[in-house]
């Protein structure tokens, strides 16, 4: 059965050279050799999350209150320092799209590279379906990514990342595309994988966008829930937001 638990999950992040920002050190720089103090910051901090299927969850809180860093955990990126962390399930993790690629690599070989990296077997047809995705001509299939504009480059790396369902789908903001003639498309892929996942985790500031896809939304302060959120259907209105406070 496909689910997500983390139990007083803590994630640390050694800061090296921490305490090193003396005026001194500054004007010498380089010319300074001591080793400074390493400091431990806590990116994480004692969460617990249950999620099966049918769980549609929104994270949301500012800048460094540890969304993107939870989704990595979930996905694997980062062990946890502590606590336990259990995902069952096929994980699609859209955080960063162009994790993996090597601009000097031609278009194919790249999507080869990113396949084998989620797990996936890069056959002749599951490429050449990615491709017509794209909608770009097949001679660029052969050249260097580093050739492609912003809007073609968007276009393999969310063909690819997009390519097959997810059990467990987490997103990293709501994924656009440059190209406005191919944002459609991708909108409607998009959307569809989402409806296909049996778990959705999406991070976002977008308030309204976490109230109309996700049925409950964790706020984040320093790592840690500051609050939970159950996002309810009602017959009268879109949704009913009750809150409990951590």
Partial sequence: MVSISLRNVCLDYPLYGAYDFSLKRRLLGHLIREPGETRIIRAVDDVTIEAEAG??????????????????????????????????????????????????????????????ISGRRPTRSVIDEIWAFTELETRMQRLPLRMFSSGMLMRVLFATATAFPADILLLDEWLSVVDEHFAEKAEERLLHLVSQAAIVIIASHDQPLLRRTCSTIINLDHGRIASTVAVEPTAAHGFELRERRA
């Fill in 55 to 116: 769980s549609r969850i929104g994270l949301a809180g500012p800048n460094g209150s540890g969304k993107s860093t939870l989704l990595r955990l979930i996905a694997g990126v980062y062990p946890p320092s502590s606590g336990s962390l259990t995902v069952k399930g096929n994980v699609v993790p859209l955080l960063g799209l162009n994790a993996g690629v090597n601009l000097d690599f031609v278009a194919e070989d790249n999507i080869a590279l990113l396949l084998r």
